[in-house]
């Protein structure tokens, strides 16, 4: 089945440490998103992008880093200059609609 | 005034109520409209889109007010697996995507 793949489920970070997320999609979609949800919040977009070696920030791209090197991945990095990180990130894509993946769950330590 | 705004909620239902959330956009030119469900810990699926002459999906019904700029979800005959939260997302022109904070649902036996 087609579908989007996010790992890990959950990850922990220490101060000052980089973390990347993976996500993986086998829909054939050009667009992907990563988005980021604090709870009693809506989704917040980090980056995406619309094609393979190119991506533009979102409204929070602030200590996060990205590349698509291929079509199918989207890895996210959470950079030590993101002060805030412990949150549910999302990666999607887009057809008609909107694909998550089952979302990574990073907390600090 | 945010973008996209929804009632927090909870709803707190029995079951086989019949319930309706609201959800305001503020963006005129807003182009497509979407309810996603989302379970605690769990990433948004798509429950259905929202067309300007209303949709229907068995017990859900989607409508759309261009006019008072709103969108509407009803659930008839409610169940206690359709407690989640409920996500409206409104697409602007282009590629703009915001979702909305979402509506909590409880639904009690």
């Known amino acids: 089945d087609g579908g989007i793949t996010q790992s890990p489920k959950y990850l922990f970070r220490k101060e000052g440490q980089n973390v990347t997320l993976s996500c993986e999609q086998n829909?054939?979609?050009?667009?992907m998103y990563w988005y980021r949800q604090d709870p009693g919040q809506g989704l917040r977009l980090i980056y995406y992008?619309?094609?393979?070696?190119?991506?533009q920030k979102g409204d929070i791209a602030e200590g996060y880093s990205v590349s698509r090197e291929k079509k199918e991945s989207f890895p996210l990095t959470v950079t030590s200059a993101q002060k805030n990180p412990t949150a549910f990130y999302l990666c999607?894509?887009?057809?008609?609609?909107?694909?998550f993946g089952s979302g990574t769950r990073l907390t600090v330590v | 005034r945010k973008e996209v705004e929804q009632d927090p909620g909870p709803f707190n239902v029995p079951e086989g109520a019949t319930v309706a959330f609201n959800c305001t956009y503020s963006n005129s030119a807003s182009q497509s409209f979407f309810w996603y469900r989302q379970d605690c810990r769990k990433e948004p699926k798509l429950l259905m889109s929202v067309y300007s002459s209303g949709n229907e999906d068995g017990r859900f019904t989607a409508q759309l007010n261009r006019a008072s700029q709103y969108i509407s979800l009803l659930i008839r005959d409610s169940k206690l697996s359709d407690s989640a939260t409920y996500l409206c997302v409104v697409i602007a022109g282009g590629f703009k995507t915001i979702f909305g904070a979402g509506t909590r649902l409880f639904v009690k036996a």
């Open positions: 829909l054939n979609h050009d667009a």
């Open positions: 999607a894509s887009k057809g008609y609609g909107y694909t």
């Open positions: 992008s619309q094609i393979v070696n190119d991506f």
